[in-house]
């Protein structure tokens, strides 16, 4: 990390950064340490969630014209959170907190089930290469995960610019009984609450097309 990183660590992390219980692995969550929203943020609000937040452009533009909404971004890069946490404190951000934690886990053990209002993958590590694509976060086990942390009528946004990918995320989530779509045709238009990151623009500049899915979590039994 930089120096200004090193220092966002130091100076920023007690503000953003939400102290996640570890199990084995260093980016783990263990089970049963899940916070309560209300005390996190300090009121009761929408909340809104990020896997793989990156350095933080979408959510830090989201959470400046959201002031209504709490925003969560997850990640498991430390340079990146450390930008975030620098965006954060340019932008003057008070409804945002991060996690350094393995995404799968926080929705399990970090976050109350049917807590969160909105859930975002953008531009997930697409693991394209036919070895590989076993690693990737979009599974039938992650939809159940996510369906766990998603309150009723909530909503998980995905977009992708690896169209084997986007085809992967539909072909789960349109399986998966929690959720159903929320678009018509065969994508989602473009989400106008997500600024442009550098991996949406480098996808398009290679001349991939930009996928956007979303689906609405049905009501719980
Ligand atoms: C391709 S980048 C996209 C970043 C950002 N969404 C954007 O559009 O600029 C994917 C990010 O997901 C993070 N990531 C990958 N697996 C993760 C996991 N299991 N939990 C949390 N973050 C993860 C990576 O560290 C990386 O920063």
Do not use: C
Not at 25 to 45: F, K, Q, Y
Not at 176 to 203: H, N, Q, Y
């Amino acid at each position: 990390m930089t120096d200004g990183q090193e220092r966002a660590w130091t100076d920023l992390a007690a503000r953003y950064v939400l102290d996640a219980p570890r199990d084995d692995a260093a980016t783990s969550v263990r089970p049963g340490a899940a916070i309560d929203p209300r005390e996190v943020w300090g009121r009761d609000a929408p909340l809104i969630v990020e896997i793989g937040s990156g350095q933080g452009h979408a959510i830090i533009h989201a959470a400046v014209s959201r002031p209504e909404a709490d925003f969560l971004a997850i990640e498991v890069f430390t340079a990146g959170l450390a930008r975030t946490m620098l965006g954060a404190e340019r932008a003057a951000v008070e409804n945002l907190r991060l996690v350094e934690a393995n995404a799968p886990e926080v929705l399990e053990h970090l976050l109350p089930p049917a807590s969160v209002d909105e859930l975002w993958v953008f531009f997930p590590d697409p693991w394209h290469k036919n070895k590989h694509t076993k690693r990737r976060l979009v599974t039938p086990e992650f939809a159940t995960t996510a369906a766990g942390a998603v309150r009723d009528g909530g909503t998980l946004r995905l977009a992708t610019d690896w169209e084997q990918y986007a085809r992967q995320m539909r072909e789960v989530l349109d399986a998966a009984p929690e959720f159903e779509r929320a678009f018509a045709g065969e994508w989602a238009d473009r989400f106008d609450g997500r600024v442009l990151t550098a991996f949406e623009r480098k996808g398009a500049r290679a001349g991939r097309a930009i996928r956007d899915l979303s689906y609405i979590r049905q009501r719980r039994e």
